[in-house]
């Protein structure tokens, strides 16, 4: 985890999800000391001389630049007995203290109340929880509890790696009351064939109390901000216990959804609202239709899997001719094995049918130094599993991936990321998996069974980011195991490496671990993707390719809000000249469908515009395209923006030129694709927080007038022979179309 996140994201955070009731203590400074003494719990040991430090800051940003391990603080606080009178419940206190890099255990005057996470010593090793939300309660009657006079809060931290401490919030002190335990969740959204919606949603109450209290929802036109419906409902629940409701409206773009529980007795009310998720791309053709951008880079004398992905009613019939020698294919699955022909370019053609139809497309391959000629499309575990991924878990995601059809569209890669290594090494020094995967190499031959690509994940430094084993000193060996196992992509993250650079600025001390593992990698003879992750320093994406890199990551890690899509999305400004067949700029994966590092897994945070406007984004960014979600649970919504056919061509067009922004025009900004045919892709987009018109005159573009102006994600023509498109764009929504 690189753990480092805009201040932006951390303020939005902390006040979004984590109100405190009206009366509340803060809990900003600390007193504070690295290492570890089980002493420094107890209510009487004298910190006087500690140093004091900010809460809901990381320790490296408070003069503890270089320092990972451990550290407690202590924080001193007063609280008076006028919260516990003023509570209506006046059941607990709770001590909310954000969130922990990465584990932590705390003490309320010397009595432990929680525990996220586990310690080194602990049974069964180190695990970071830094996604967790730290609320631990105390009863309010416990004895332990000094009201009106000083207590003491310690909290023991153990920090494997990256950042460390306590951050992303501001913590606080306060008494739950009932309203605290309710939680909305959205079960499920159909989408009916008369352009109806109907959503499901429960309302779970968390407590072993009885809440009771009344549900109110609105269904809001956002164009015109009328409401279209609105109701109140009595809802009793008892302890634990959830209740759902079923809502009905207009299946389109521009519903909103309020919903309100106000509990009766404290008279508090909590608010949740969200966008209605509405498909745009419409139901795909039943007759075959080649959903590759038609090139294939291998290296020559290397093992060559290709899956020619079609959509289309199965089974689909592949035919193939003017295959190079040392190639073959099978009709039945479209995948093309065997070894890459020596240097050079080969035009296949491909033919698929089924009862209904046939599509033909040439399938150009080039046997020589570039791999990638397109951005690469996959899965990577992160974003949704963290350091909690496991055999069975990448099993489920890829048979998902087929069976859900998105390895019709392109989607080929199944990634690794961190969480696999073992504790240590074997005797002879070779890199062994964890008991979560039994066995590496039968893993990657069961993906390319299917046509499936097989990626892993290491660091260049001793550690990974997750403090798991990375490759420092070990590279040839690793390069030498992933070859074994059969391994196709490899994402090598920077992450401890930066302790064997401290003090180095010099290009040369970041460029160093990529080039001993490129060079390990070059001595394979197989086709290893090298996906290089080291956050944009030393503005990467003007040597990434130097390293043989197919990929690098421009900026730190993507999180599931609009700040972080907003701020490495948008700031893709500089790079675009850099990226191209071969290689390409990587501004962290999709934040799509239900994603949560690990920890609470949830449905995107972000709304349907923003989701519609991330996946546009990125395919005129020329990004790399990896899912970052539960494959398995992938709804309707999420799989219809995967399963846009013109959208992905966007992303996969061969003449890999990435977009750039030629309008930025207060809230709106206009970003051009120059596309290999000689039309180009455009992105309309809104950062307002409103509904906003717009009239994009082509010539603002360097356009005269457009033959046709076609919709991408309605995949329909809107306009012909024009010279200006005019469009209402929802707020943090898109236009995307192609300029034919
Ligand atoms: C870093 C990377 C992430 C992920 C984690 C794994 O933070 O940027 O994408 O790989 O490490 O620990």
Redesign the pocket.
Known sequence: ???ILSLLWLITMGIAAHAQNGNFVKLSTAKFSTGNDAAWKETGFNDTNWKNIKVGDVWQEQGYSDYHGFAWYRIHVVIPSALKKQSVWGDSLRVFLAHVNDVDETYFNGKLIGKTGAFPEDRGGYVSKWPAVRNYCIAANDPAIKWDQENIIAIKVYDGG?SGGIFMGAPYIDMLEKFDGIVFTQTEISFLPNAQSVRKLTIGNSFKTNITGKFHYRILDEVTQKTIAEKTLNANLPPLRKETYTLAFPHREGIKLYYEFTETASGKTKTFAEIAPYLLTPKASLKPMINSAGVLGVHPGSPVLYKIPTSGQKPLKYMVKNLPQGLSFDPKTGIITGTAPKAGNYLVFVSVSNTLGKDEKILTIKSGKLLALTPPMGWNS?NCWG?NVSDEKVRLSAKAMVDKGLTDYGWNSINV??GWQAPSRQSNGEIVPNEKFPDMKALGTHLHQQGLKFGI?SSPGAK???GYLGSLGHEGQDAGTYFNWGVDYL?Y?L?SYSDQTAGDTTLFAQQKPYIVMRNELAKQQRDIVYSI?Q?GIKDVWKWGAQMNGNLW?TTE?ITDTWESLYGIGFSQTNNAAYAGPGGWNDP??LILGRVGWGENLHQTNLTPYEQYTHMSLWSLLSAPLLIGCDMDKLDEFTLNLLKNREVIAIDQDVAGKQAVRVINDKQIQVWVKQLADGSKAIGIFNLGEKYSKYTLDFNKIHMGKVKIVRDLWQQKDIAKNVAAVSCIIPPHGVRFYKLM
């Open positions: 985890m690189k753990k990256g992160w350091l990321d961190d994940y990974t980011c997750g994402k993250d992450c992750c956050y990551r890690d962290d994966m």
